[in-house]
């Protein structure tokens, strides 16, 4: 997708969807009320999307999200919070974003993660001192 530059509002159709890649798009720059209604998502990967500035403003509608990959978005600064309801997430892959920085407070409800990757962020300076509530995590990658 290297020069869309929005995402259909036709998407809000596809009610089980339950995959969605998204990678290497270059102008893109806001992913937002194109997948308000796309509830069923279990897996969404978005990589090397280099001017993401903001995710949606209602990712936590995305109740059945199991798996949420977002790896090197260097224009993302932060969640704002978006990732409070992702109850069900059992794995977390945000590395090699550069400007993110993560708070405790955006993590402190994944307490199912089982996988959680927070390598190559150099914004990020210290690590959330929730960790201790990952009961169920196996791996954990800060390299």
Same mark, same amino acid.
């Given at each position: 997708?290297?020069?869309?530059?929005?995402? !259909?509002? =036709?998407?809000?159709?596809?009610? !089980?969807?339950? #995959?969605?890649?998204? %990678?290497?798009?270059?102008?893109?720059?806001?992913?937002? %009320?194109?997948? =308000?209604?796309? /509830? !069923?998502? #279990? /897996?969404?990967?978005? @990589?090397?999307?280099?001017?993401?500035? @903001?995710?949606? $403003?209602?990712?936590?509608?995305?109740?059945?999200?199991?798996? *949420?990959?977002?790896?090197?978005? @260097?224009?993302? /600064?932060? *969640?704002?919070?978006?990732? =409070?309801?992702?109850? @069900?997430?059992?794995?977390?892959?945000?590395?090699?974003?550069?400007?993110?920085?993560?708070?405790?407070?955006?993590?402190?409800?994944? /307490?199912?993660?089982?996988?959680?990757?927070?390598?190559?962020?150099?914004?990020?300076?210290?690590?959330?001192?929730?960790?201790? $509530? *990952? #009961? *169920?995590?196996?791996?954990? =990658?800060?390299?």
């Amino acid at each position: 997708c290297l020069y869309l530059i929005s995402l !259909s509002n =036709d998407i809000n159709n596809f009610k !089980s969807l339950a #995959t969605l890649d998204i %990678n290497k798009c270059l102008i893109l720059t806001l992913l937002s %009320n194109e997948l =308000d209604n796309v /509830t !069923s998502l #279990t /897996t969404l990967n978005i @990589s090397k999307y280099l001017s993401l500035i @903001s995710l949606s $403003n209602n990712l936590d509608t995305f109740i059945s999200l199991i798996k *949420f990959n977002i790896i090197n978005c @260097s224009s993302l /600064t932060s *969640f704002s919070n978006k990732l =409070d309801n992702l109850t @069900s997430l059992t794995t977390l892959d945000i590395s090699k974003n550069f400007n993110l920085t993560l708070s405790s407070r955006e993590l402190k409800n994944l /307490t199912t993660l089982t996988i959680l990757n927070i390598n190559r962020n150099s914004n990020m300076t210290s690590l959330p001192n929730n960790l201790g $509530n *990952f #009961t *169920f995590l196996i791996i954990f =990658d800060i390299s």
